[in-house]
């Protein structure tokens, strides 16, 4: 049977907030990992089950154009990599990674704009290639779409879950 | 309205931007008394630098709602900047009881009339906001029509913030307070000019 998620009570967890082009991968059993108010972006989150290791990616573009440093973390072409990196020199073993992503929206259907909103569309594109190109499939997505999203990680259990701006927290 | 005294915490190379965006913001405004039919000033404004990872603690965190107007700025050959401007929501249903002359609070949610109602906020305070940056830098410049979103702060500013992550970390931030005599409402304009536009 599966497990019910149920939200651990406040004193037993530690949110983590990643923030746009950050990176976070920790065994604290408390941590919860969170992506707050993602639009185009996208959160990767990776987890080991047996050795209880999480993490997660806050991707802002798809490509690094060099312009502005090499945050490798902003970027979904060197993100994932790093992503996946970090979590075997922690400890965890690669084919036991669990995999799942979510973000990417389009924000605005309005005409006239040009490519600014496709960044969700090219992020998605981006992130499922790299992962393809790391023999990963994603377990679970939840992507495009034109709403926000926020994202937790609940690192003792592994769960994911999705909220959007007018509705509850979903497990993914 | 003397800027030189409003501005601080900017660097001395980017008095001169800031105070040609807060001109413009002026002139958006004056733009909202043409739409309004009535006076509206600015009451108060506020310019600083701001680095894009920061911009949704200006909105109450990156879950809070918002309302943002989002034009992407033509110059001569591609776009040259972006311009957004950011209300509360509830500021925003206020704006649009303002322009509809309806008693403030008759507005609570955001259907098609009250997008379109903001949208032409958005085409009006972006034109007369272009026409003085066009005087200023010589290069003509024009609006993209309006995009009208409403949801979690962070979710609006990365979306429309991603690309200018590419090639910068920081944008100008002008608060705003504006109103009639009787009401007055609150609004952030952001501007991110692309290099090309700063060059001129």
């Keep these: 049977m599966a497990v019910v998620f149920k939200e651990p009570a406040a004193s037993e967890r530690e949110l983590y907030v990643v923030g746009m082009g950050e990176l976070v991968v920790t065994d604290s059993p408390d941590a919860v990992l969170s992506c707050i108010g993602l639009g185009s972006c996208i959160a990767v989150c990776a987890y080991d089950s047996q050795e209880k290791i999480g993490g997660m990616a806050h991707i802002?573009?798809?490509?690094?154009?060099?312009?502005?440093?090499?945050?490798?973390?902003?970027?979904?072409?060197?993100?994932?990599?790093?992503?996946?990196?970090?979590?075997?020199?922690?400890?965890?073993?690669?084919?036991?990674?669990?995999?799942?992503?979510?973000?990417?929206?389009?924000?605005?259907?309005?005409?006239?704009?040009?490519?600014?909103?496709?960044?969700?569309?090219?992020?998605?594109?981006?992130?499922?290639?790299?992962?393809?190109?790391?023999?990963?499939k994603p377990a679970a997505a939840d992507t495009g779409g034109n709403i926000g999203r926020t994202v937790r990680m609940y690192v003792k259990t592994g769960h994911v879950t999705v909220k959007t701006a007018y509705g509850t927290a979903k497990e993914l | 309205m003397d800027l030189k005294k409003e501005i601080k915490e900017i660097d001395f190379a980017d008095i001169n931007m800031a105070q040609i965006f807060g001109e413009g913001v002026n002139n958006a405004i004056e733009g909202l008394s043409q739409m309004a039919g009535r006076e509206v000033k600015v009451v108060r404004m506020d310019i600083k630098q701001v680095h894009v990872k920061d911009i949704p603690d200006l909105f109450g965190g990156p879950e809070a709602l918002i309302i943002a107007i989002y034009l992407e700025i033509f110059g001569k050959a591609n776009a040259n900047g972006h311009m957004i401007v950011v209300y509360k929501p509830?500021?925003?249903?206020?704006?649009?009881?303002?322009?509809?002359?309806?008693?403030?609070?008759?507005?609570?949610?955001?259907?098609?009339?009250?997008?379109?109602?903001?949208?032409?906020?958005?085409?009006?305070?972006?034109?007369?906001?272009?026409?003085?940056?066009?005087?200023?830098?010589?290069?003509?410049?024009?609006?993209?029509?309006?995009?009208?979103?409403?949801?979690?702060?962070?979710?609006?500013?990365?979306?429309?913030?991603?690309?200018?992550?590419?090639?910068?970390?920081?944008?100008?931030?002008?608060?705003?307070?504006?109103?009639?005599?009787?009401?007055?409402?609150?609004?952030?304009?952001?501007?991110?000019?692309?290099?090309?536009?700063?060059?001129?």
């Design chain 1, 60 to 136: 802002v573009l798809p490509h690094n154009t060099g312009l502005n440093g090499v945050n490798p973390a902003k970027f979904a072409d060197t993100a994932v990599p790093l992503l996946i990196n970090e979590m075997i020199k922690k400890g965890g073993i690669r084919s036991r990674l669990i995999v799942k992503i979510a973000g990417g929206a389009q924000m605005t259907l309005a005409p006239g704009l040009r490519d600014t909103f496709k960044t969700g569309e090219r992020n998605i594109a981006q992130v499922l290639l790299v992962l393809q190109r790391e023999r990963i």
């Design chain 2, 90 to 200: 509830e500021v925003a249903f206020g704006l649009v009881d303002l322009l509809l002359d309806q008693p403030n609070g008759t507005t609570k949610e955001l259907t098609d009339m009250e997008t379109s109602t903001l949208g032409e906020v958005g085409n009006i305070m972006g034109s007369f906001f272009l026409n003085y940056l066009s005087d200023i830098t010589g290069q003509r410049l024009k609006p993209s029509p309006p995009a009208v979103m409403m949801d979690m702060a962070g979710a609006v500013l990365d979306a429309t913030l991603a690309n200018i992550l590419a090639y910068c970390d920081e944008t100008f931030v002008v608060d705003t307070v504006f109103g009639t005599n009787d009401r007055q409402v609150s609004g952030t304009f952001l501007i991110i000019p692309d290099p090309s536009l700063e060059a001129g």
